[in-house]
C-alpha cells in the first residue's frame, strides 16, 4: 500500500514540525472512501488523502452514526493509527523518532518541507488484525519491503 510521508514546518520562532501519514483516496475501496466524511488534500495537492486512522477502521466502525460506542473505539483505533504513524515516519524521517510522535515536534535544526511515498504492507481495514498482534505495527517498516 502507498502512503504519504509529510514533514511540514509550521510557522513560528522554534523550528516546529508537523509529521504526517495519508493514503491517497486513490488507494482505498469506493466503500471505504465513501464512509470517509473529512475529503481533504491537507494542503499537498496531491488529490484526496485519508488519514491512517480512516484506512485502518472496519467499514462498520466508519458507517456508524456519532455515538457512546463509537467514541469509545475511536481511542483505540486513533492510538493503533498513532503506532503506524510513529513505525512509518520515524523510517522516512530519522529526527522524528518519538513515540508517540506529537502534534507539533520541535527540532532544533532547520529542515525542508518534505514529502515521501513509501510502500508498506496493506492495512486497509486491517484494524482488528493490528490489534490481535500490536507488533505488527511496529513491524510496518518501508526498508522492509
Not at 523510517?91 to 518519538?98: H, I, L, N, S
Request: contains cysteine.
Amino acid at each position: 500500500m502507498e502512503l504519504l510521508a509529510t514533514r511540514v514546518r509550521v510557522t513560528g520562532t522554534r523550528p516546529r514540525y508537523q509529521y504526517r501519514l495519508y493514503a491517497s483516496f486513490a488507494a482505498l475501496s469506493p466503500e471505504r472512501v465513501f464512509q470517509i466524511h473529512y475529503h481533504s488534500d491537507f494542503g499537498h495537492g496531491r488529490g484526496l488523502l485519508a488519514r491512517i486512522s480512516e484506512v485502518i477502521a472496519p467499514i462498520a466502525w466508519l458507517a456508524m452514526p456519532p455515538c457512546r460506542e463509537k467514541s469509545l473505539q475511536a481511542r483505540a483505533i486513533h492510538l493503533m493509527a498513532a503506532r503506524i504513524d510513529t513505525a512509518v515516519l520515524s523510517t522516512v524521517f530519522p529526527e522524528a523518532m518519538v513515540d508517540p510522535i506529537p502534534l507539533l515536534l520541535e527540532i532544533t535544526d532547520e529542515l525542508p518541507d518534505e514529502r515521501v511515498s513509501v510502500e508498506i504492507a496493506d492495512i486497509m481495514g486491517r484494524y482488528q488484525r493490528l490489534a490481535d498482534d500490536p507488533a505488527l505495527a511496529d513491524r510496518l517498516d518501508p526498508r522492509r519491503l
